[in-house]
T-cell receptor, first 110, second 114 residues
């Protein structure tokens, strides 16, 4: 069982649709990061959230950290084919390590 | 800046063989780490280092060794390869010992053990 559970695991949508992916845990995290990974490449950091209730926006992407710092969501408005990829959340755990969720694989069809 | 580089890109090993996956970064980062990525399981930390001469175990260290003799290099050694070690391996670095900061990932090494 992973500390961070991501849902859904797979999502296939049409260009222009909105979507939300979730990252949930029963543990409290001091910070949480979201990464995007494209095929054949390493993950690239999108955002770090550190304060309960924090909302960060990155163009059409909106990230929210839960008030209790146990969960986070990523909302994409008007998805584009370029948003296709694997979205990973990661939380900081004791021992100065990151633990990752299993990821949400998003496909946006033109 | 080349960032984080990894070699080789692909490797096939037979069970019982040993090999070293190379990782180098040219950003003078203190923190370096190795992850493996398996389908549906995200990334799992194998070993990490907070500076030259200092290494520690992550979540799945068994069957792997690391050393950090310089700031730039952090090789991962497979002592006796097993099919369960078939995976994609990523090296990452961060400029701070606090992993809170952005981690830069290499392009990965795809390893198959037959």
């Amino acid at each position: 069982t992973q500390l961070l559970e991501q849902s859904p695991q797979f999502l296939s949508i049409q260009e222009g649709e909105n979507l939300t992916v979730y990252c949930n845990s029963s543990s409290v995290f001091s910070s949480l990061q979201w990464y995007r990974q494209e095929p054949g490449e390493g993950p690239v950091l999108l955002v770090t959230v550190v304060t309960g209730g924090e909302v960060k926006k990155l163009k059409r992407l909106t990230f929210q950290f839960g008030d209790a710092r146990k969960d986070s969501s990523l909302h994409i408005t008007a998805a584009q084919p370029g948003d296709t990829g694997l979205y990973l959340c990661a939380g900081l755990v004791p021992g100065n390590m990151l633990t990752f969720g299993g990821g949400t694989r998003l496909m946006v069809k033109p | 800046n080349a960032g984080v580089t990894q070699t080789p890109k692909f490797q096939v090993l037979k069970t019982g063989q040993s090999m070293t996956l190379q990782c180098a970064q040219d950003m003078n980062h203190e923190y370096m780490s190795w992850y493996r990525q398996d389908p549906g399981m995200g990334l799992r930390l194998i070993h990490y280092s907070v500076g030259a001469g200092i290494t520690d175990q992550g979540e799945v260290p068994n069957g792997y060794n690391v050393s950090r003799s310089t700031t730039e290099d952090f090789p991962l050694r497979l002592l006796s390869a097993a099919p369960s070690q078939t995976s994609v391996y990523f090296c990452a670095s961060s400029y701070s010992k606090r992993v809170f900061y952005e981690q830069y990932f290499g392009p990965g090494t795809r390893l198959t053990v037959t």
